[in-house]
């Protein structure tokens, strides 16, 4: 109980820190970075992706089988535009992990000191963390959530289960990449291993709550016809989505493991 209300406790100060000028203003250099760097991409490579997915599904007789699947869901209209949706989908976890890892590398540090200033100004910071470890527990967990995000792809027809679905693999995402950034600093690589450990379910409910939010973005990508369309104007929408997200549950994350970091040294003394 304790520590749903320290969760509780991380989040309304969370909640509040989110409109101090200086963490609103941590949104605009990743949005800047995040933006230009799909909107590259999608201009140089996004319909040499359309046409390989639909010569492989044209190759595999992937039509006919997507079309009898979705006319089992009512949702036969989309199978005109399969193959643009099918490359959106999968560029949706790259758009996901690039934020996220934008965020670890120019916010979370920031975030980390804001907060440590403002509400543990005697916390001594141990470094038990790096940025190339940072960057380990971005890929390596992006890895595996690639994998399961591709695995749960059917499920983006049936809107109840795909939000409770990616609420979960985003709070495993979440909860693996934050909670190291948020003990990088101030940790040693003992606390953080102890903490990461003791306070696992609690930071990933975290994570799940924020997942959930994560997932709402990935709703727009099931407008058919119109997300085709307003590819773009979507893509930028989301990465705005996406960033303040990341920045929220980047405070919630550090306030939570911070509160709990004093806790642990104030039970060795």
Known sequence: ??????????LGRAFVGQFHPRMLMLTILPLIISILLWGGLMWWGLQSMIDYIQAALMEHDGFRIAGDFLALL?????????????????LLPLMIVTTLMCIGVFAMPMISRHVQRRQYPDMEARHGGSLLGSLWHAISSFLIFIVL???????????VVNVAVHAVLWGWL?????AYDALAEHADADERVALLRTHRWSLLLIGTVTGALGAAPSMMWLGGVLAVVFLPVMAAVAVCLYILIFVFSGLWFQYYCLDALTQLRTKHL
Not at 74 to 90: E, H, I, Q, T
Not at 149 to 159: C, G, R, S, Y
Not at 174 to 178: E, I, L, P, S
């Open 1 to 10: 109980m304790r520590r749903l209300l320290n969760v509780g406790s991380a």
């Open 174 to 178: 979440t909860y693996r990449v934050m």
């Open 74 to 90: 009512g949702a036969l209209a989309l199978k005109a535009v399969l193959a643009p949706l099918l490359a959106m989908w999968l």
């Open 149 to 159: 995000w591709v695995l749960a792809l059917p499920l983006l027809f049936v809107p």
